[in-house]
Every structure is written in structure tokens, then in C-alpha cells.
């Protein structure tokens, strides 16, 4: 069900990247503000790693994300969020 496999990264301000929480993604995954159902394929898997269907575009999954993440407070000023599609799942 799900082809697609997006590694999920929080940028610091020195420019470090570290994984996501697996509690972060998961949060977005399962309680997500926007109450798109394009988002409803989505499945986290690990620290990082999010695995998606076909029709979640990365386009829109990056910013929902970095949205949300700020809205928690996941992410601090200066931060930033890094989505980017790794691998077949």
C-alpha cells in the first residue's frame, strides 16, 4: 500500500540535520490539522522515516509538515524541516 519512502529531517540553525522523532511524525500522521485526506496515506515508521502512497504529494507534504512541527513547537526559529523521498518502500 504504500510505494513511497520519505526521510524526515529538522535542520538546526547551524545547519545539523537530525531525524524526526518517530512522536512528531506521528502526530502529523494521525492528528493532522489540515483534515486533508490526502495526507491519510501516510505511515510513520521510525525515527525519520515516513512511508507514503502515490497521491501524497511532496509538494504539500513539506510545508503541512513544517507547519504543524512549528505549530507544536517541534521546531524552533531558525529551524527547518527537510523532506525528501529515499527509496521504495
Sequence with gaps: MFARRFSIQRINVSGVR???PIGWIDNFAMRNFTNDP???DTLPVADGVLEAGTRV???RLQPAMEDWFRRKG???AGE????VEI???
Excluded: I, S, T, W
Design 18 to 20: 537530525h531525524a524526526c
Design 38 to 40: 490526502v495526507f491519510d
Design 57 to 59: 504529494p511532496l509538494e
Design 74 to 76: 517541534y521546531l524552533k
Design 80 to 83: 527547518r524541516l527537510e523532506v
Design 87 to 89: 527509496d521504495g518502500a
